[in-house]
T-cell receptor, first 116, second 114 residues
Framework: GAVVSQHPSRVICKSGTSVKIECRSL??????MFWYRQFPKQSLMLMAT?????????EQGVEKDKFLINHASLTLSTLTVTSAHPEDSSFYIC????????????FGSGTRLTVV | DQQVKQNSPSLSVQEGRISILNCDYT??????FLWYKKYPAEGPTFLIS?????DKNEDGRFTVFLNKSAKHLSLHIVPSQPGDSAVYFC?????????????FGAGTQVVVTP
């Protein structure tokens, strides 16, 4: 079945540095990728929608200059957390519609970001 | 604004018994619903879905019920097994808006005891 490979699974970075998270679609083309964030004991919250070849659409309250999304190809979408701060520590996960199978979309395995 | 709510943060059930997880939503336009299971440090795993044109969908031990008038759905797991211990999320989507874009509940931690 369709798989989204997400890397890294865990990352620890210092405050002020930038971190890039990659999501690659394997065996299918992801024209759209959804990026979610989950804080402890809270639900997954949609941050932004990336579309191949165009600008990402950000949800209300999400800083587009802080969370840079690039979707330059049909198989790769990246989320870069710029100038990370401890409050950015969270679980980030991507999801892509696969247009096949009973669920039609698949999630990456997630990235646990810790900013120290 | 939390449009999908799971009011029970945790549920403990004995192995072999039924687990019932509940989910409420506020947007009557939602037309597609899912239940996901999530283990720590892993991505969500799809369990079962239901379209708003149905009121029940069954897949093995998992059954999802949808009550559109009450804006409520539930997941039944029968019989519960220790491997079912995980966090369960319900999610809702407005498919005419954007396929694959979901609003998630906060999750219910299920613990199945032997």
């Amino acid at each position: 079945g369709a798989v989204v490979s997400q890397h890294p699974s865990r990352v620890i970075c210092k405050s002020g540095t930038s971190v890039k998270i990659e999501c690659r679609s394997l065996d299918f083309q992801a024209t759209t990728m959804f990026w979610y964030r989950q804080f402890p004991k809270q639900s997954l919250m949609l941050m932004a929608t990336s579309n191949e070849g165009s600008k990402a659409t950000y949800e209300q309250g999400v800083e587009k200059d802080k969370f840079l999304i690039n979707h330059a190809s049909l198989t790769l979408s990246t989320l870069t957390v710029t100038s990370a701060h401890p409050e950015d520590s969270s679980f980030y996960i991507c999801s892509a519609p696969t247009w096949e199978g009973k669920d039609g979309y698949t999630f990456g395995s997630g990235t646990r970001l810790t900013v120290v | 604004d939390q449009q999908v709510k799971q009011n029970s943060p945790s549920l403990s059930v004995q192995e072999g018994r039924i687990s019932i997880l509940n989910c409420d939503y506020t947007n009557s336009m939602f037309d597609y619903f899912l239940w996901y299971k999530k283990y720590p440090a892993e991505g969500p795993t799809f369990l079962i879905s239901i379209s708003s044109i149905k009121d029940k969908n069954e897949d093995g031990r998992f059954t999802v019920f949808l009550n559109k008038s009450a804006k409520h759905l539930s997941l039944h797991i029968v019989p519960s097994q220790p491997g079912d211990s995980a966090v369960y999320f319900c999610a809702a989507s407005l498919t005419t808006d954007s396929w694959g874009k979901f609003q998630f509940g906060a999750g219910t931690q299920v613990v199945v005891t032997p």
